[in-house]
């Protein structure tokens, strides 16, 4: 068992996932690893299969083959319970749009992300209260469908790190966000990660995130390339 | 204060609110209705229980011991033939009686029953076990021509101490009732409630009733202008009754039913009277009447499993809306089985409520139907609800819809995370 401090935020290797159980590999990545707190990008076109790697790399979607290690433990190892609370406890997830609980408050929205995690109750309040501040929601109690589509993003982005995770996925977060809208969305799920110690894997279409990452990959050449070597760039 | 389970359960509730309120109404009349058939099917029987009271057989000459009882006793119709008053005495002597009071009715009062009978029938015979008739006010009849109420005939007549009536001679809807307008009868005595059909009955003694009936037997014989009947004018064939209440004297220790056995077979033997238990029609009357219960039963149960089907079908149709909620709460961390178990708590809690609504219902159901048949038959109806089994009726409502949440839970656990998670498109 390696020691917790050397293990990677991330790690992935042979991992390969196909819908079809003959047809062409949809996921096919020979390895990519994350170091605590790094923050890489993860470009490609529509329809390579993005959304699905981040899935497998949270444990919702079983891989055929291959292994994910988030914190030094191979997620699809864990079974059933065991896998969820672990997800809730090390992953955080941010998506294109949002996927807040809607009929719930921004406070409640980001308490939800403490509910199945080693937190105790009694801090819940307190920890997302702060998670909200410091992304400044000052509504915190207004139910989040009455927030702008700005503020919800926040609170979504508070939710992903309020329980201190290990890495944060992050699907597409600007996708549907105007030049400037998407430049301060990306600032504050940096600046979030950054200040959480979380690491930050983002999948985007748009190649001019690359700027902001001092790591990026192509997926289609990170598919491509032998184990090890990865594929793109450092900005 | 953290996000708990119970509040993702009031939310999900609230959420819907149209689809819970009508879930949970449908529920509560389910077992509403559940409820005040089961309470109604022993009230009512003990309801019918009064009345009988402290009366060992009824002997008349009705067609059956049943119609017997359902004329003696519930007034339902005047007894078809008379007994003689020397047949009722021959009776009274011939058997060991603690009392034999003669009763007879045929008479009516705006539609009340009239019970002509002696004094004993207050003194000696009981309404009910243990319950002696009280007086509200004035007493009872000393002299002819005076009337005492029940106390439901007293309300619905507005009759009052003092009051002077008419009565007339034959049931209402008989073509030869006319009243005797000749005969005022003065009201002495308004009896307390007794939950019995008594409530409803006026009661005078026997002379006057003989009186009347020989004034119009008279008239037909001697034409009009004799003046007024009175005792002395009275013959043995005026002298008749419909019935007797009697009460077999035992001692203490004794076998009581072998004794009324003895004296129900004799007076049987003569075939023109009908000798009833009263409890035993009254209980024959409940079999017959309990296969419709069962009848009405199964339709409520049907009602029940129905309404379990309505909380399965909202929860269902529900879990089409909540995917991406469920698939949400498992990207953060919400184990599968979790899931399983919010869904079946949020039935059981819809079942909860409704069986809660139907408690309700039926309370105020009962009340109201209890008013209503105290008012129409005089019988009282106890409305309050058997508590233990209205507690099984909510317990086995949570159950079914616990079961009934099963499917929508099994739904809810199996919903698939990854593809619910995507932009809607």
Redesign the interface.
């Known amino acids: 068992m390696p020691s917790q401090m050397a293990d990677p935020a991330l790690s992935i290797s042979n991992l390969r996932f196909r819908y079809a159980p003959t047809g062409d590999w949809t996921i096919d990545v020979r390895s990519l690893e994350l170091a605590p707190a790094e923050q890489v990008l993860l470009v490609g076109r529509s329809g390579r299969g993005k959304?699905?790697l981040l899935?497998l790399l949270?444990g919702?979607?079983e891989p055929d083959e291959g292994e994910v290690r988030v914190h030094g433990r191979n997620i699809h190892k864990l079974s059933?319970?065991a896998r969820?609370?672990?997800?809730?406890?090390h992953i955080g997830?941010i998506?294109?749009?949002f996927?807040?609980?809607?009929?719930?408050s921004a406070l409640?929205n980001v308490?939800?992300?403490?509910?199945?995690?080693g937190v105790k109750?009694?801090e819940?309040?307190d920890r997302a209260h702060g998670a909200l501040d410091e992304l400044g929601i000052d509504r915190p109690n207004a139910p989040v469908d009455q927030l702008s589509i700005g503020q919800q993003q926040r609170v979504a982005v508070a939710?992903a790190v309020v329980a201190g995770p290990t890495v944060v996925l992050a699907d597409e977060p600007t996708a549907s966000l105007d030049p400037e809208a998407a430049r301060t969305s990306m600032d504050l799920i940096q600046g979030a990660c950054s200040r959480h110690n979380a690491a930050l894997l983002l999948v985007s279409h748009d190649p001019s995130m690359r700027s902001r990452f001092e790591r990026w990959h192509d997926l289609a050449d990170l598919c491509a390339q032998p184990a090890g070597t990865g594929a793109g760039g450092e900005g | 204060m953290a996000l708990t389970d119970g509040a993702i359960l009031r939310r999900s509730l609230t959420s819907r609110m149209f689809s819970t309120v009508t879930t949970i109404a449908t529920v509560g009349v389910a077992v509403g209705l559940m409820i005040v058939l089961l309470a109604m099917k022993d009230a009512g029987r003990k309801a019918f229980d009064r009345g009988s009271g402290t009366m060992h057989l009824l002997i008349s000459r009705d067609a059956s011991p049943l119609t017997a009882v359902l004329n003696g006793i519930f007034y339902a119709n005047a007894p078809a033939a008379p007994i003689q008053w020397n047949e009722y005495q021959q009776i009274r002597a011939a058997f060991p009686w603690a009392w034999a009071i003669p009763t007879q009715q045929g008479d009516s009062y705006r539609g009340l029953p009239v019970m002509a009978t002696s004094e004993e029938f207050f003194t000696k015979f009981q309404p009910a076990q243990d319950e002696s008739w009280e007086f509200a006010e004035g007493e009872v009849f000393d002299e002819a021509f005076e009337i005492v109420l029940g106390a439901e005939a007293a309300r619905m007549s507005g009759l009052r101490i003092g009051s002077v009536i008419n009565l007339t001679h034959g049931m209402p809807r008989d073509p030869s009732a006319h009243v005797h307008e000749e005969y005022d009868y003065t009201v002495v005595g308004i009896l307390e409630p007794t939950g019995s059909a008594h409530d409803r009955a006026v009661f005078s003694d026997l002379r006057s009733t003989w009186i009347i009936h020989a004034h119009d037997r008279r008239v037909d014989e001697l034409g009009t202008g004799i003046g007024l009947t009175t005792v002395a004018d009275l013959t043995d064939a005026d002298r008749l009754i419909t019935g007797i209440y009697g009460r077999v004297a035992t001692r203490p220790g004794s076998d009581a039913s072998s004794a009324i056995q003895q004296v129900f077979f004799r007076i049987r033997s003569n075939p023109t009277f009908t000798v009833a238990s009263p409890s035993d029609q009254i209980s024959k009357l409940f079999q017959i009447v309990g296969n419709i219960d069962r009848i009405f039963l199964a339709m409520a149960g049907v009602v029940v499993i129905s309404s379990g089907i309505g909380i399965m079908l909202a929860l269902y149709n529900s879990m089409e809306q909540r995917r991406r909620q469920i698939a949400v709460l498992r990207v953060l961390g919400c184990p599968r089985n979790k899931i399983f178990g919010l869904v079946l708590t949020e039935s059981a809690i819809l079942g909860m409520l409704g069986a809660v609504a139907g408690v309700l219902l039926a309370f105020v159901g009962g009340q109201v139907a209890s008013a209503a048949m105290q008012a129409r038959l005089g019988l009282v109806i106890d409305p309050g609800l058997p508590p233990l089994t209205t507690l099984n009726v909510v317990l086995g409502t949570v159950i079914l819809a616990s079961l009934a949440g099963v499917i929508p839970a099994l739904k809810a656990y199996r919903t698939p995370v990854a593809e619910n998670l995507r932009p809607l498109g």
């Open positions: 959304s699905t899935t949270a919702l979607r059933g319970a969820d609370r672990y997800r809730g406890t997830m998506f294109q749009t996927n807040l609980l809607h009929g719930f409640e308490m939800a992300a403490l509910m199945f995690t109750r009694k819940h309040a939710r």
